[in-house]
Protein backbone atom coordinates (compact mmCIF):
# COMPACT_ATOMS: atom_id res chain seq x y z
CA UNK A 1 0.00 0.00 0.00
CA UNK A 2 2.67 2.68 0.74
CA UNK A 3 4.41 2.36 -2.46
CA UNK A 4 1.41 3.95 -3.54
CA UNK A 5 0.00 5.69 -1.24
CA UNK A 6 2.80 7.71 0.74
CA UNK A 7 4.01 10.86 -0.27
CA UNK A 8 6.26 12.02 2.37
CA UNK A 9 7.20 15.27 3.12
CA UNK A 10 8.07 17.45 0.18
CA UNK A 11 11.76 18.92 -0.35
CA UNK A 12 10.23 22.19 0.52
CA UNK A 13 8.60 21.20 3.58
CA UNK A 14 11.98 19.71 4.34
CA UNK A 15 13.71 22.60 4.46
CA UNK A 16 11.62 24.93 6.17
CA UNK A 17 12.12 22.01 8.73
CA UNK A 18 15.81 21.44 8.79
CA UNK A 19 16.01 25.46 9.05
CA UNK A 20 13.41 26.10 11.88
CA UNK A 21 15.37 23.11 13.41
CA UNK A 22 18.28 24.68 13.32
CA UNK A 23 17.01 28.02 14.52
CA UNK A 24 15.62 26.28 17.63
CA UNK A 25 11.82 26.36 16.96
CA UNK A 26 10.60 23.85 14.43
CA UNK A 27 7.51 24.99 12.75
CA UNK A 28 6.00 24.08 9.62
CA UNK A 29 2.91 26.36 7.99
CA UNK A 30 0.55 25.46 5.70
CA UNK A 31 -3.24 26.84 5.14
CA UNK A 32 -4.96 23.47 6.48
CA UNK A 33 -3.89 21.11 8.92
CA UNK A 34 -5.66 17.72 8.90
CA UNK A 35 -5.34 15.34 11.61
CA UNK A 36 -5.39 12.01 10.78
CA UNK A 37 -5.16 9.89 7.45
CA UNK A 38 -8.15 7.40 7.09
CA UNK A 39 -11.41 8.17 5.07
CA UNK A 40 -12.64 11.60 6.57
CA UNK A 41 -9.18 12.84 6.96
CA UNK A 42 -8.07 11.79 3.06
CA UNK A 43 -10.91 13.58 1.93
CA UNK A 44 -10.76 16.67 3.60
CA UNK A 45 -7.06 16.78 2.38
CA UNK A 46 -8.48 16.34 -1.46
CA UNK A 47 -11.06 19.00 -0.62
CA UNK A 48 -9.06 21.57 1.16
CA UNK A 49 -6.19 21.37 -1.91
CA UNK A 50 -8.82 21.55 -4.61
CA UNK A 51 -10.02 24.72 -2.83
CA UNK A 52 -6.62 26.08 -3.82
CA UNK A 53 -5.29 25.39 0.52
CA UNK A 54 -1.95 24.08 1.06
CA UNK A 55 -2.42 21.09 3.42
CA UNK A 56 -0.41 19.31 5.91
CA UNK A 57 -1.72 15.83 7.26
CA UNK A 58 -0.27 14.49 10.28
CA UNK A 59 -0.91 10.59 10.50
CA UNK A 60 0.02 8.92 13.60
CA UNK A 61 0.87 5.53 12.36
CA UNK A 62 3.28 4.87 9.53
CA UNK A 63 0.85 4.45 6.74
CA UNK A 64 -2.77 6.26 6.10
CA UNK A 65 -5.64 4.54 6.03
CA UNK A 66 -7.38 4.02 9.39
CA UNK A 67 -10.52 1.54 9.56
CA UNK A 68 -11.52 2.88 6.33
CA UNK A 69 -8.49 1.06 4.67
CA UNK A 70 -9.67 -2.28 6.28
CA UNK A 71 -13.45 -1.46 6.18
CA UNK A 72 -15.86 -3.55 3.82
CA UNK A 73 -16.01 -0.65 1.37
CA UNK A 74 -19.48 -0.10 1.82
CA UNK A 75 -20.85 3.58 2.04
CA UNK A 76 -24.53 4.43 2.16
CA UNK A 77 -26.40 6.65 -0.38
CA UNK A 78 -29.64 7.31 -1.89
CA UNK A 79 -30.81 8.45 -5.23
CA UNK A 80 -27.54 7.26 -6.95
CA UNK A 81 -26.65 6.95 -11.03
CA UNK A 82 -25.55 3.61 -10.03
CA UNK A 83 -29.54 3.09 -8.27
CA UNK A 84 -30.73 4.49 -11.55
CA UNK A 85 -29.17 2.02 -13.59
CA UNK A 86 -30.61 -0.46 -11.98
CA UNK A 87 -33.96 0.69 -11.54
CA UNK A 88 -34.47 1.35 -7.93
CA UNK A 89 -36.12 4.28 -6.71
CA UNK A 90 -35.03 6.60 -3.57
CA UNK A 91 -34.55 9.78 -1.93
CA UNK A 92 -32.35 11.71 0.46
CA UNK A 93 -35.73 12.24 1.88
CA UNK A 94 -36.60 8.30 2.36
CA UNK A 95 -32.65 7.81 3.69
CA UNK A 96 -33.18 10.52 5.96
CA UNK A 97 -36.62 9.52 7.66
CA UNK A 98 -35.05 5.66 7.79
CA UNK A 99 -32.40 6.57 9.51
CA UNK A 100 -33.86 9.12 12.49
CA UNK A 101 -37.04 6.29 12.75
CA UNK A 102 -34.02 3.67 13.20
CA UNK A 103 -32.42 5.96 15.94
CA UNK A 104 -35.81 7.07 17.08
CA UNK A 105 -34.71 11.12 16.10
CA UNK A 106 -32.34 10.39 19.20
CA UNK A 107 -29.49 11.65 17.10
CA UNK A 108 -28.87 15.23 15.19
CA UNK A 109 -31.77 15.84 12.48
CA UNK A 110 -29.92 18.63 10.68
CA UNK A 111 -26.38 16.51 10.08
CA UNK A 112 -28.58 13.51 9.30
CA UNK A 113 -29.76 15.24 6.50
CA UNK A 114 -26.80 16.83 5.26
CA UNK A 115 -25.22 13.16 4.98
CA UNK A 116 -29.05 12.04 3.30
CA UNK A 117 -28.32 15.01 0.92
CA UNK A 118 -24.85 14.16 0.07
CA UNK A 119 -24.49 11.13 -0.37
CA UNK A 120 -25.23 10.58 -4.08
CA UNK A 121 -22.86 13.37 -4.44
CA UNK A 122 -19.98 11.20 -2.87
CA UNK A 123 -20.52 8.42 -4.52
CA UNK A 124 -20.15 10.70 -7.97
CA UNK A 125 -17.17 11.97 -6.37
CA UNK A 126 -15.93 8.58 -5.49
CA UNK A 127 -16.34 7.07 -9.48
CA UNK A 128 -14.74 10.73 -10.62
CA UNK A 129 -11.31 9.32 -8.37
CA UNK A 130 -11.41 6.07 -9.94
CA UNK A 131 -13.22 4.13 -7.24
CA UNK A 132 -14.64 0.95 -8.90
CA UNK A 133 -18.04 0.52 -8.07
CA UNK A 134 -19.83 -1.60 -10.33
CA UNK A 135 -23.90 -1.01 -10.97
CA UNK A 136 -24.43 -4.89 -9.96
CA UNK A 137 -27.36 -5.44 -8.01
CA UNK A 138 -25.93 -8.19 -4.55
CA UNK A 139 -27.92 -10.63 -1.86
CA UNK A 140 -29.52 -8.47 0.90
CA UNK A 141 -26.92 -8.81 3.76
CA UNK A 142 -24.00 -9.67 1.67
CA UNK A 143 -21.25 -7.73 1.36
CA UNK A 144 -19.70 -7.80 -2.20
CA UNK A 145 -16.16 -8.67 -2.22
CA UNK A 146 -16.08 -7.53 -6.09
CA UNK A 147 -18.46 -4.20 -5.28
CA UNK A 148 -22.06 -3.74 -5.91
CA UNK A 149 -25.19 -2.28 -4.49
CA UNK A 150 -27.00 -4.63 -2.08
CA UNK A 151 -29.13 -3.54 1.38
CA UNK A 152 -26.50 -3.21 3.96
CA UNK A 153 -29.30 -2.47 7.15
CA UNK A 154 -32.90 -2.95 7.87
CA UNK A 155 -34.12 0.03 5.12
CA UNK A 156 -36.32 -1.70 2.69
CA UNK A 157 -34.44 -0.06 -0.94
CA UNK A 158 -30.53 -1.40 -1.33
CA UNK A 159 -28.24 1.74 -0.28
CA UNK A 160 -24.64 -0.18 0.31
CA UNK A 161 -22.72 1.22 -2.39
CA UNK A 162 -19.50 -0.84 -2.40
CA UNK A 163 -16.21 -0.65 -3.91
CA UNK A 164 -14.70 -3.45 -5.36
CA UNK A 165 -12.06 -4.64 -2.90
CA UNK A 166 -13.37 -3.51 0.38
CA UNK A 167 -11.88 -0.36 1.92
CA UNK A 168 -8.34 -0.52 0.42
CA UNK A 169 -10.45 0.00 -3.15
CA UNK A 170 -11.80 2.79 -1.68
CA UNK A 171 -8.45 4.22 -0.08
CA UNK A 172 -6.14 3.65 -2.57
CA UNK A 173 -7.80 6.42 -5.28
CA UNK A 174 -8.02 8.84 -2.66
CA UNK A 175 -4.65 8.76 -1.51
CA UNK A 176 -3.42 8.19 -5.54
CA UNK A 177 -5.53 11.75 -5.74
CA UNK A 178 -3.19 13.00 -2.79
CA UNK A 179 -0.02 11.45 -4.10
CA UNK A 180 -0.31 13.55 -6.72
CA UNK A 181 -0.89 16.50 -5.62
CA UNK A 182 1.62 18.66 -4.96
CA UNK A 183 -0.65 20.89 -2.51
CA UNK A 184 -0.48 18.11 0.20
CA UNK A 185 2.27 17.00 2.84
CA UNK A 186 1.43 13.92 4.20
CA UNK A 187 3.62 13.54 7.24
CA UNK A 188 3.90 9.55 8.57
CA UNK A 189 4.62 8.46 11.96
CA UNK A 190 3.66 12.10 13.51
CA UNK A 191 0.76 11.82 15.60
CA UNK A 192 -1.16 15.28 16.76
CA UNK A 193 -0.68 15.71 20.42
CA UNK A 194 -2.32 19.11 20.93
CA UNK A 195 -3.89 21.90 19.58
CA UNK A 196 -2.44 25.49 19.62
CA UNK A 197 -4.91 27.73 20.10
CA UNK A 198 -3.91 31.47 20.39
CA UNK A 199 -6.78 34.60 21.79
CA UNK A 200 -9.82 31.95 21.41
CA UNK A 201 -8.68 30.53 17.86
CA UNK A 202 -7.24 27.27 16.87
CA UNK A 203 -3.82 27.99 14.73
CA UNK A 204 -2.38 24.62 14.97
CA UNK A 205 -1.36 21.57 16.29
CA UNK A 206 1.79 20.41 18.16
CA UNK A 207 2.64 17.11 16.58
CA UNK A 208 5.81 14.48 17.74
CA UNK A 209 7.86 13.40 14.96
CA UNK A 210 9.07 10.09 14.26
CA UNK A 211 12.64 10.67 16.04
CA UNK A 212 10.92 12.09 18.82
CA UNK A 213 10.61 15.72 18.38
CA UNK A 214 8.19 17.73 19.23
CA UNK A 215 7.36 20.43 16.82
CA UNK A 216 4.27 23.07 15.36
CA UNK A 217 2.07 22.73 12.59
CA UNK A 218 0.86 26.44 11.84
CA UNK A 219 -2.37 27.35 9.37
CA UNK A 220 -5.23 28.80 9.55
CA UNK A 221 -7.67 26.11 10.58
CA UNK A 222 -7.21 22.12 12.07
CA UNK A 223 -9.33 19.26 10.74
CA UNK A 224 -9.51 16.55 13.51
CA UNK A 225 -10.16 13.11 11.81
CA UNK A 226 -8.48 10.77 13.90
CA UNK A 227 -11.10 8.37 13.86
CA UNK A 228 -12.62 6.45 17.35
CA UNK A 229 -11.58 5.42 20.70
CA UNK A 230 -11.94 1.70 20.34
CA UNK A 231 -8.21 0.84 21.33
CA UNK A 232 -8.29 3.00 24.07
CA UNK A 233 -8.97 1.19 27.13
CA UNK A 234 -9.68 3.43 29.51
CA UNK A 235 -12.66 5.27 27.26
CA UNK A 236 -13.43 2.25 26.44
CA UNK A 237 -14.26 1.75 30.24
CA UNK A 238 -15.57 5.14 30.71
CA UNK A 239 -18.32 5.43 27.90
CA UNK A 240 -18.76 1.52 27.32
CA UNK A 241 -18.32 0.17 30.18
CA UNK A 242 -20.62 -3.47 28.65
CA UNK A 243 -18.23 -3.70 26.11
CA UNK A 244 -15.06 -3.69 28.17
CA UNK A 245 -16.80 -5.76 30.79
CA UNK A 246 -15.91 -8.74 28.52
CA UNK A 247 -12.22 -8.40 29.59
CA UNK A 248 -9.70 -10.24 27.81
CA UNK A 249 -12.55 -11.28 25.48
CA UNK A 250 -12.85 -7.77 24.44
CA UNK A 251 -11.93 -6.54 21.01
CA UNK A 252 -11.70 -4.03 18.44
CA UNK A 253 -11.28 -4.56 15.19
CA UNK A 254 -10.90 -1.05 14.41
CA UNK A 255 -7.76 0.67 13.18
CA UNK A 256 -4.57 0.81 15.86
CA UNK A 257 -4.55 4.49 15.90
CA UNK A 258 -8.60 4.76 17.24
CA UNK A 259 -7.38 5.93 20.58
CA UNK A 260 -9.69 8.70 20.45
CA UNK A 261 -6.89 11.45 20.46
CA UNK A 262 -8.75 13.85 18.51
CA UNK A 263 -11.61 14.05 21.20
CA UNK A 264 -9.32 14.36 24.43
CA UNK A 265 -7.92 17.46 21.98
CA UNK A 266 -11.24 18.93 20.93
CA UNK A 267 -12.70 18.39 24.60
CA UNK A 268 -8.92 20.48 26.38
CA UNK A 269 -10.23 23.45 24.39
CA UNK A 270 -14.25 23.17 25.76
CA UNK A 271 -15.75 21.35 22.76
CA UNK A 272 -18.73 18.87 23.67
CA UNK A 273 -18.89 15.35 23.02
CA UNK A 274 -21.85 13.48 22.41
CA UNK A 275 -23.39 9.97 21.99
CA UNK A 276 -20.45 8.54 24.02
CA UNK A 277 -22.40 5.78 24.92
CA UNK A 278 -23.37 4.33 21.52
CA UNK A 279 -21.78 1.97 19.06
CA UNK A 280 -21.26 -0.72 16.87
CA UNK A 281 -20.40 -4.47 18.99
CA UNK A 282 -20.78 -7.38 17.44
CA UNK A 283 -22.45 -10.53 18.97
CA UNK A 284 -20.74 -13.36 17.91
CA UNK A 285 -20.52 -16.98 19.37
CA UNK A 286 -17.18 -17.17 21.01
CA UNK A 287 -16.31 -20.17 18.42
CA UNK A 288 -15.10 -21.70 16.71
CA UNK A 289 -18.59 -22.03 15.11
CA UNK A 290 -20.18 -22.89 11.94
CA UNK A 291 -21.79 -20.22 9.79
CA UNK A 292 -24.87 -18.49 11.60
CA UNK A 293 -27.33 -19.59 9.15
CA UNK A 294 -27.14 -23.33 10.75
CA UNK A 295 -27.47 -21.80 14.57
CA UNK A 296 -30.22 -21.32 16.15
CA UNK A 297 -29.54 -18.76 19.45
CA UNK A 298 -31.35 -19.26 22.33
CA UNK A 299 -31.30 -17.98 26.15
CA UNK A 300 -30.95 -18.72 29.49
CA UNK A 301 -34.88 -20.43 28.95
CA UNK A 302 -33.93 -22.28 26.10
CA UNK A 303 -36.27 -19.93 24.04
CA UNK A 304 -35.51 -18.25 20.64
CA UNK A 305 -35.17 -14.44 20.77
CA UNK A 306 -34.06 -13.44 17.54
CA UNK A 307 -33.58 -14.11 13.29
CA UNK A 308 -30.30 -15.58 13.64
CA UNK A 309 -29.30 -14.39 10.39
CA UNK A 310 -31.38 -10.80 10.26
CA UNK A 311 -29.77 -6.90 10.42
CA UNK A 312 -26.90 -7.50 12.53
CA UNK A 313 -27.98 -4.89 15.04
CA UNK A 314 -31.11 -6.25 15.71
CA UNK A 315 -28.94 -9.48 16.55
CA UNK A 316 -26.59 -7.16 18.58
CA UNK A 317 -29.35 -5.58 20.38
CA UNK A 318 -31.05 -9.20 20.84
CA UNK A 319 -28.37 -10.43 22.18
CA UNK A 320 -28.07 -7.66 24.85
CA UNK A 321 -31.52 -7.70 25.87
CA UNK A 322 -31.47 -11.39 27.47
CA UNK A 323 -31.37 -12.10 31.01
CA UNK A 324 -28.47 -11.67 32.82
CA UNK A 325 -26.58 -11.07 29.43
CA UNK A 326 -26.87 -15.12 28.41
CA UNK A 327 -27.53 -16.68 25.30
CA UNK A 328 -25.90 -19.53 23.12
CA UNK A 329 -25.80 -20.89 19.57
CA UNK A 330 -27.01 -24.03 19.12
CA UNK A 331 -25.82 -26.47 16.24
CA UNK A 332 -25.19 -29.97 15.82
CA UNK A 333 -22.71 -32.31 13.99
CA UNK A 334 -24.56 -32.11 10.61
CA UNK A 335 -23.80 -28.24 10.91
CA UNK A 336 -19.76 -28.53 11.91
CA UNK A 337 -19.98 -31.43 8.47
CA UNK A 338 -21.25 -29.06 6.28
CA UNK A 339 -19.57 -26.13 7.45
CA UNK A 340 -16.20 -27.56 6.74
CA UNK A 341 -14.67 -26.86 10.72
CA UNK A 342 -12.04 -29.25 11.19
CA UNK A 343 -12.06 -31.69 14.10
CA UNK A 344 -8.83 -29.50 15.09
CA UNK A 345 -10.85 -26.31 15.68
CA UNK A 346 -13.42 -28.29 17.53
CA UNK A 347 -11.07 -29.98 19.82
CA UNK A 348 -9.63 -26.27 20.42
CA UNK A 349 -12.92 -24.96 21.42
CA UNK A 350 -14.00 -27.18 23.63
CA UNK A 351 -10.63 -27.51 25.55
CA UNK A 352 -10.43 -23.64 25.48
CA UNK A 353 -14.86 -23.87 26.62
CA UNK A 354 -15.66 -22.16 23.95
CA UNK A 355 -17.68 -24.47 22.88
CA UNK A 356 -19.45 -27.34 24.63
CA UNK A 357 -20.47 -30.59 23.25
CA UNK A 358 -22.89 -33.20 24.35
CA UNK A 359 -24.50 -36.69 22.56
CA UNK A 360 -27.63 -35.20 23.70
CA UNK A 361 -29.47 -31.58 23.48
CA UNK A 362 -30.57 -32.22 26.89
CA UNK A 363 -27.41 -33.06 28.34
CA UNK A 364 -25.76 -29.80 26.06
CA UNK A 365 -28.68 -27.70 28.33
CA UNK A 366 -27.16 -29.01 31.47
CA UNK A 367 -23.69 -28.73 30.99
CA UNK A 368 -24.15 -24.80 29.85
CA UNK A 369 -26.88 -23.87 31.97
CA UNK A 370 -29.84 -23.18 30.50
CA UNK A 371 -33.51 -24.93 31.26
CA UNK A 372 -33.17 -28.32 29.20
CA UNK A 373 -37.27 -28.81 28.97
CA UNK A 374 -37.66 -24.89 27.29
CA UNK A 375 -34.21 -25.56 24.95
CA UNK A 376 -36.15 -29.18 23.99
CA UNK A 377 -39.22 -27.60 23.33
CA UNK A 378 -37.89 -24.85 21.27
CA UNK A 379 -35.55 -27.14 19.25
CA UNK A 380 -38.65 -29.22 18.38
CA UNK A 381 -40.78 -26.26 17.28
CA UNK A 382 -37.81 -25.37 15.10
CA UNK A 383 -37.27 -28.98 13.67
CA UNK A 384 -41.12 -29.02 13.24
CA UNK A 385 -40.86 -25.72 11.45
CA UNK A 386 -37.69 -26.38 9.14
CA UNK A 387 -39.81 -30.09 8.15
CA UNK A 388 -42.86 -27.26 7.31
CA UNK A 389 -40.69 -24.71 5.69
CA UNK A 390 -41.74 -21.73 7.89
CA UNK A 391 -40.32 -20.21 10.76
CA UNK A 392 -43.16 -19.09 12.77
CA UNK A 393 -41.36 -17.32 15.11
CA UNK A 394 -39.25 -14.86 13.23
CA UNK A 395 -39.77 -15.80 9.09
CA UNK A 396 -35.78 -16.94 9.48
CA UNK A 397 -35.18 -18.74 5.90
CA UNK A 398 -35.01 -22.31 7.07
CA UNK A 399 -31.87 -23.54 6.40
CA UNK A 400 -31.42 -26.88 8.12
CA UNK A 401 -32.82 -29.01 11.42
CA UNK A 402 -30.54 -29.47 14.36
CA UNK A 403 -30.84 -32.85 14.97
CA UNK A 404 -27.51 -34.63 14.39
CA UNK A 405 -25.62 -35.37 17.66
CA UNK A 406 -23.14 -34.13 18.42
CA UNK A 407 -25.11 -30.83 19.96
CA UNK A 408 -23.01 -27.55 19.68
CA UNK A 409 -23.69 -24.82 22.60
CA UNK A 410 -21.12 -21.34 22.09
CA UNK A 411 -21.83 -18.65 24.16
CA UNK A 412 -22.89 -15.48 22.19
CA UNK A 413 -20.45 -12.14 23.79
CA UNK A 414 -21.01 -8.76 22.89
CA UNK A 415 -17.54 -8.52 22.72
CA UNK A 416 -16.08 -7.09 19.16
CA UNK A 417 -16.09 -3.25 18.73
CA UNK A 418 -16.21 -1.81 14.92
CA UNK A 419 -17.07 1.84 15.31
CA UNK A 420 -16.79 4.52 18.07
CA UNK A 421 -20.36 6.31 17.74
CA UNK A 422 -19.07 8.78 19.80
CA UNK A 423 -17.19 12.09 19.76
CA UNK A 424 -17.14 15.64 19.55
CA UNK A 425 -20.51 17.62 18.31
CA UNK A 426 -20.09 19.26 14.96
CA UNK A 427 -22.99 21.57 13.24
CA UNK A 428 -23.59 20.75 9.78
CA UNK A 429 -20.45 22.99 8.46
CA UNK A 430 -18.65 20.37 10.01
CA UNK A 431 -17.17 23.27 12.98
CA UNK A 432 -16.29 21.35 16.31
CA UNK A 433 -18.92 23.00 18.66
CA UNK A 434 -18.25 24.47 22.60
CA UNK A 435 -20.67 22.82 25.47
CA UNK A 436 -22.32 26.38 24.72
CA UNK A 437 -23.56 25.38 21.38
CA UNK A 438 -20.96 27.98 19.77
CA UNK A 439 -18.26 27.17 17.01
CA UNK A 440 -14.87 26.67 17.99
CA UNK A 441 -12.69 29.45 15.61
CA UNK A 442 -11.02 27.37 13.68
CA UNK A 443 -11.50 23.42 14.54
CA UNK A 444 -13.43 21.31 11.86
CA UNK A 445 -13.92 17.41 12.32
CA UNK A 446 -15.20 14.85 10.78
CA UNK A 447 -15.91 10.86 10.63
CA UNK A 448 -15.56 8.78 13.90
CA UNK A 449 -14.03 11.84 16.01
CA UNK A 450 -17.45 12.98 16.23
CA UNK A 451 -20.86 11.55 17.80
CA UNK A 452 -24.54 12.06 17.26
CA UNK A 453 -25.25 11.15 13.97
CA UNK A 454 -25.45 7.28 14.41
CA UNK A 455 -25.34 7.14 18.08
CA UNK A 456 -28.54 5.33 18.90
CA UNK A 457 -28.29 2.67 16.48
CA UNK A 458 -26.21 1.72 13.86
CA UNK A 459 -28.52 2.18 10.44
CA UNK A 460 -26.40 -0.14 8.67
CA UNK A 461 -22.94 -1.06 6.52
CA UNK A 462 -22.35 2.43 4.68
CA UNK A 463 -23.41 4.68 7.51
CA UNK A 464 -19.83 5.22 9.27
CA UNK A 465 -17.91 5.81 5.55
CA UNK A 466 -20.93 8.16 4.37
CA UNK A 467 -20.11 10.33 7.14
CA UNK A 468 -16.65 9.97 7.00
CA UNK A 469 -16.40 11.36 3.49
CA UNK A 470 -19.32 13.71 3.36
CA UNK A 471 -18.19 15.43 6.72
CA UNK A 472 -14.26 15.14 5.86
CA UNK A 473 -15.12 16.45 2.59
CA UNK A 474 -17.17 20.05 3.90
CA UNK A 475 -14.62 20.18 6.71
CA UNK A 476 -11.57 20.50 4.44
CA UNK A 477 -13.32 23.15 2.10
CA UNK A 478 -14.76 25.39 4.82
CA UNK A 479 -11.22 25.27 6.32
CA UNK A 480 -9.62 26.25 3.58
CA UNK A 481 -11.86 29.30 2.79
CA UNK A 482 -11.42 30.13 6.71
C1 LIG B 1 -13.44 -4.10 9.96
C2 LIG B 1 -14.29 -2.87 9.74
C3 LIG B 1 -15.20 -2.85 8.70
C4 LIG B 1 -15.99 -1.71 8.50
N1 LIG B 1 -16.79 -1.66 7.39
C5 LIG B 1 -17.46 -0.53 7.13
C6 LIG B 1 -18.13 -0.35 5.90
O1 LIG B 1 -18.05 -1.19 5.00
N2 LIG B 1 -18.85 0.79 5.72
C7 LIG B 1 -18.91 1.76 6.68
O2 LIG B 1 -19.60 2.76 6.48
N3 LIG B 1 -18.21 1.65 7.82
C8 LIG B 1 -17.47 0.56 8.05
N4 LIG B 1 -16.69 0.50 9.17
C9 LIG B 1 -16.53 1.71 9.97
C10 LIG B 1 -15.70 2.72 9.17
O3 LIG B 1 -14.63 2.05 8.52
C11 LIG B 1 -15.13 3.82 10.04
O4 LIG B 1 -16.08 4.32 10.94
C12 LIG B 1 -14.64 4.98 9.16
O5 LIG B 1 -13.83 4.47 8.14
C13 LIG B 1 -13.91 5.97 10.03
O6 LIG B 1 -13.24 6.89 9.21
P1 LIG B 1 -12.36 8.01 9.92
O7 LIG B 1 -11.63 8.71 8.84
O8 LIG B 1 -13.20 8.78 10.84
O9 LIG B 1 -11.35 7.20 10.83
P2 LIG B 1 -10.16 6.26 10.38
O10 LIG B 1 -10.36 5.71 9.03
O11 LIG B 1 -9.96 5.29 11.50
O12 LIG B 1 -8.91 7.23 10.28
C14 LIG B 1 -8.39 7.87 11.42
C15 LIG B 1 -6.91 8.09 11.18
O13 LIG B 1 -6.40 9.00 12.16
C16 LIG B 1 -5.13 8.52 12.62
N5 LIG B 1 -4.85 9.12 13.92
C17 LIG B 1 -5.38 8.80 15.12
N6 LIG B 1 -4.90 9.61 16.08
C18 LIG B 1 -4.05 10.47 15.47
C19 LIG B 1 -3.24 11.54 15.91
N7 LIG B 1 -3.17 11.89 17.20
N8 LIG B 1 -2.48 12.21 15.01
C20 LIG B 1 -2.50 11.85 13.69
N9 LIG B 1 -3.24 10.83 13.22
C21 LIG B 1 -4.02 10.16 14.09
C22 LIG B 1 -5.32 7.02 12.62
O14 LIG B 1 -4.08 6.34 12.66
C23 LIG B 1 -6.10 6.81 11.32
O15 LIG B 1 -5.25 6.66 10.22
C24 LIG B 1 -15.89 -0.61 9.38
C25 LIG B 1 -14.99 -0.64 10.43
C26 LIG B 1 -14.17 -1.75 10.61
C27 LIG B 1 -13.17 -1.73 11.73
Redesign the pocket.
Known sequence: MNRHVTRLISPVLLMVFLLSSLAGATTLTADVIV?????????AAIEAADCGADVIL????P??????????????AAGTDIQKQLDIHDSAEAMYEYWMLWNQWQVDPALVKVIAEESAGVIDWLLDLGVDMPAVLTPPGV?PADGGLYL?GADSVPR?H?ANG??AGL?KPMMDKVGSDPKITIMLS????DLIAEDGRVVG?V?RTKNGEEIQVRGKAVVL????F?HNEEMMRRYLPSAIAHGSRYH???????????IH?AQKLGAEIVGMDGT?LFAFAEGPAPSPVWMVYVNKNGQRFVNEVGFYELVNNGVSAQEDGLSWAIFDGAAIAESGMGQEDIDKGLQVGTLTQADTLEELAVKVGIDPKGLASAMKRWNADVAAGKDRAFFKPLVKPVATPPFYASQLIRHY????SGGVRINTEAQVLKTTGEPIPGLYA?????GGIYSKIYPG?????????IF?RIAGRNAANE
Open positions: VGGGGAGLALEKMFVGGSTLICGGVVLNSGTGGVTPAIAAASGGGSISGKGSTGDGMLHVVSAGETTSGSAVADALG
